[in-house]
């Protein structure tokens, strides 16, 4: 069996309702490294 935290539930609840809109899972490092330096997702939208 799977076991997850209550915020991890939550992050995954937030992905399939949209509230993290656009995206659409965690993100990997790279995108990460593009958010924090350019405030860009890796397909060009504004993350703030």
């Known amino acids: 069996m799977l076991q997850v935290t209550y915020e991890n539930f939550l992050d995954l609840k937030y992905f399939a309702s949209s509230v993290f809109y656009p995206l ?4 990997n490092y790279e995108e990460y490294k593009k958010v924090i330096y350019e405030m860009q997702l890796l397909n060009g939208e504004i993350w703030t």
């Open 24 to 27: 659409e899972g965690f993100m």
